[in-house]
């Protein structure tokens, strides 16, 4: 062919392929020059970072992170890490300005701030105001698993229930995109089932497998079985005496005030109006009597406005009744209150990477024996209680699951009670369906209903499945309301703040670029994901050579002085309790060590809040006064004078 070929168009053809390789040659350099930029630049900032360091610190960083300084550069490129949240004042004046929201959410909880990420990312104008804070009630109280319910798959088969198989496999696909839209906050978790009769081993078995066939091709890891001394090694606490063996399955777990505390930042981040601390007082409504906003306070100043909407979404969850009574003081109770209590044990009651379930405890209850943060959860217990703001757990029921854990842990094991660090109540809003022929009956997922004064609530459900209601309830508000949204939902594939960039091995730069501890620099890649180099810019020096960077609130717990400034600045961090309960998890992982930190947290967010002594005064008392709610010793909270 090249033979057939003009002269002028042997020409032709030469040039051009000259001219393409010499331009792929030119991008090829510029790349590079790019590269080595970037990695010049990370260089720089290094050096600037750990001046004070030794030769031989200087030169670890250069031969072992450094060679992937590029790579997650470019990933942070495209990060959201240089967001600025709009401050609280500006989220409180967008509310005040009078303009009709699409939607207004009352409820600030995993399901109120899941409804409000839907509805913006469809367009929607959307505000969300919370009594308390994000996360403040049962949404930071749960068993922090991500699950599709292996008590569920047990009564689906069992007893032939499809309606049980259809929420095993809705909680197993939200699972997925749980894990993969929130990567830092979530993970897989092996937990084991311990089995002390060979009888039980294939029943067992062909549970785990299908577990993990429900999930189809979401599914985690595959379930597998253990022999007695494999089993001993998984987990060197469990009782030797009669066992024969285990079964180990897959599920997730999270971070559950964090995860709350994400969503909300991300509905903001895509437009939504949010503001915590802010109470309804009552529902306002139109000439036909349809509601058409709320009168809220603002619980921090005493500020009352009225914000106008289309439609009012009641999303408080335990105080659901509260709200429908404030739109017709006939409507009847549709919430069944349970309590679960949950203690928190050292970390030498379970190994760091392997859970355990009791599916049958000495009353039929099912009892969790988890790793988390660093500690060991177990729970939970459920029992008939009242609606109040920060339940109180009982001691029997703490006793109650000492005495569960007991029975599975070795004699070498001495369960005692002054071993739980911190034990805390939430509620669980079971509901009645009012339209139900049998209102008694409660439902076993969640429920929406739509009042004849067009308040929409959503109500029960699990933190699992937070998005699949988010979705519905939006579904149905467009329905009801008139709404005009410019998109389909598509929060399945909504990455959440702080998700883009992140990387296991993030910390390693983290330790190298600020010279802060490993174990800091671990926590704060799994508490903020890319957005911890965010924090790891806000001033934090030790008065040590190494970390020199990183003041620990708790001697023997990775949260940093840090946190509490970009709490407050990037988090709506507005008390003391915020900070201790939900944006550091302190208070529930040891509450006497969120008390000795107590006077340190309010001192920094007074620098920040521009706290007066009396301010400063009422916020000990009050966290203190939580505290005790979250398993501190009565006595050691101070008298309120």
């Known amino acids: 062919m090249w033979r057939s070929f003009s002269r002028s168009k042997k020409v032709l053809a030469s040039l051009s392929v000259a001219g393409g390789l010499g331009g792929v040659s030119y991008y090829a350099l510029d790349r590079r020059q790019h590269n080595n930029n970037v990695y010049q630049s990370a260089l720089q900032h290094q050096e600037a970072a750990m001046g004070s360091l030794s030769t031989i610190q200087k030169l670890m960083p250069r031969s072992v992170a450094f060679a992937e300084a590029v790579q997650q550069q470019q990933q942070l490129d495209k990060a959201?890490?240089?967001?600025?949240?709009?401050?609280?004042?500006?989220?409180?004046?967008?509310?005040?300005?009078?303009?009709?929201?699409?939607?207004?959410?009352?409820?600030?909880?995993?399901?109120?701030?899941?409804?409000?990420?839907?509805?913006?990312?469809?367009?929607?104008?959307?505000?969300?105001?919370?009594?308390?804070?994000?996360?403040?009630?049962?949404?930071?109280?749960?068993?922090?698993?991500?699950?599709?319910?292996?008590?569920y798959l047990q009564k689906a088969i069992m007893e032939l229930d499809y309606e049980q198989y259809k929420l095993v496999v809705e909680a197993l696909h939200e699972?997925?995109?749980?894990?993969?839209?929130?990567?830092?906050?979530?993970?897989?978790?092996?937990?084991?089932?311990?089995?002390?009769?060979?009888?039980?081993?294939?029943?067992?078995?062909?549970?785990?497998?299908?577990?993990?066939?429900?999930?189809?091709?979401?599914?985690?890891?595959?379930?597998?079985?253990?022999?007695?001394?494999?089993?001993?090694?998984?987990?060197?606490?469990?009782?030797?005496?009669?066992?024969?063996?285990?079964?180990?399955?897959?599920?997730?777990?999270?971070?559950?005030?964090?995860?709350?505390?994400?969503?909300?930042?991300?509905?903001?981040?895509?437009?939504?109006?949010?503001?915590?601390?802010?109470?309804?007082?009552?529902?306002t409504k139109n000439e036909q009597g349809h509601i058409n906003g709320a009168v809220v306070k603002d619980t921090l100043t005493g500020d009352q406005w009225t914000v106008k909407a289309k439609g009012v979404i009641n999303a408080t969850g335990p105080f659901t009744d509260g709200l429908r009574k404030m739109d017709d003081k006939e409507n009847q109770d549709i919430v069944a209150p349970s309590s679960g209590v949950h203690i928190i044990l050292p970390n030498y009651y379970s190994p760091r990477n392997m859970g355990l379930l009791d599916p049958a405890t000495s009353d039929g209850r099912v009892i969790f024996f988890l790793p988390w943060l660093g500690n060991t959860i177990a729970g939970t217990t459920d029992s008939p209680t009242e609606v109040t703001q920060n339940p109180l757990p009982k001691e029997d029921e703490v006793q109650w699951i000492l005495e569960e854990v007991s029975h599975y842990l070795s004699?070498?094991?001495?369960?005692?009670?002054?071993?739980?660090?911190?034990?805390?109540?939430?509620?669980?809003?079971?509901?009645?369906?009012?339209?139900?022929k049998n209102t008694e009956s409660l439902v076993r997922n969640h429920m929406i209903n739509v009042s004849e004064n067009k308040l929409l609530t959503i109500a029960g459900g699990k933190w699992t499945t937070y998005r699949a209601m988010a979705m519905e309830t939006v579904d149905k508000a467009i329905e009801v309301f008139g709404l005009k949204p410019e998109r389909e939902c598509h929060t399945d594939k909504v990455m959440l703040i702080g998700s883009k960039g992140y990387s296991n091995t993030m910390f390693i730069r983290l330790v190298q670029e600020t010279g802060m501890d490993t174990e800091v620099a671990q926590h704060l890649g799994q508490a903020y994901g890319s957005r911890a180099f965010t924090v790891s810019q806000i001033e934090d020096k030790t008065s040590v050579s190494w970390p020199n960077y990183g003041n620990r609130l708790a001697p023997n717990y990775p949260y940093i002085e840090a946190e509490i400034r970009y709490a407050v600045r990037q988090e709506y961090a507005c008390t003391a309790v915020d900070v201790l309960a939900r944006r550091t998890r302190l208070a529930f992982l040891n509450a006497e060590a969120a008390l000795q930190a107590l006077p340190r947290v309010i001192e920094i967010m007074s620098d920040e809040l521009k706290w007066d002594k009396a301010r400063q005064k009422q916020e000990f008392d009050s966290a203190a006064s939580f505290l005790v709610t979250m398993g501190l010793a009565a006595d050691r909270a101070p008298e309120k004078k």
């Open 175 to 283: 699972r997925k995109v749980f894990l993969d839209i929130a990567p830092y906050l979530s993970s897989q978790l092996p937990i084991m089932l311990p089995v002390y009769k060979w009888y039980q081993i294939p029943y067992y078995w062909v549970g785990c497998k299908m577990y993990d066939l429900f999930a189809g091709r979401e599914a985690l890891e595959s379930s597998y079985f253990l022999t007695r001394s494999k089993a001993l090694e998984a987990f060197p606490m469990l009782k030797k005496d009669e066992l024969v063996g285990a079964l180990v399955y897959y599920d997730g777990q999270h971070n559950d005030a964090r995860m709350n505390v994400v969503l909300a930042l991300t509905a903001a981040y895509h437009g939504a109006t949010v503001a915590n601390h802010c109470e309804v007082l009552d529902l």
């Open 411 to 436: 004699p070498d094991v001495k369960v005692r009670r002054s071993d739980v660090l911190a034990a805390w109540s939430g509620i669980r809003p079971l509901v009645r369906d009012p339209h139900a």
């Open 80 to 151: 959201d890490i240089d967001w600025v949240a709009p401050s609280r004042t500006d989220m409180l004046a967008k509310l005040k300005s009078g303009d009709e929201y699409d939607l207004l959410i009352v409820g600030g909880g995993a399901t109120g701030a899941g409804t409000a990420l839907d509805a913006t990312t469809r367009g929607l104008n959307v505000a969300l105001v919370e009594r308390d804070d994000f996360a403040s009630g049962t949404s930071s109280r749960s068993t922090k698993l991500v699950h599709g319910g292996v008590r």
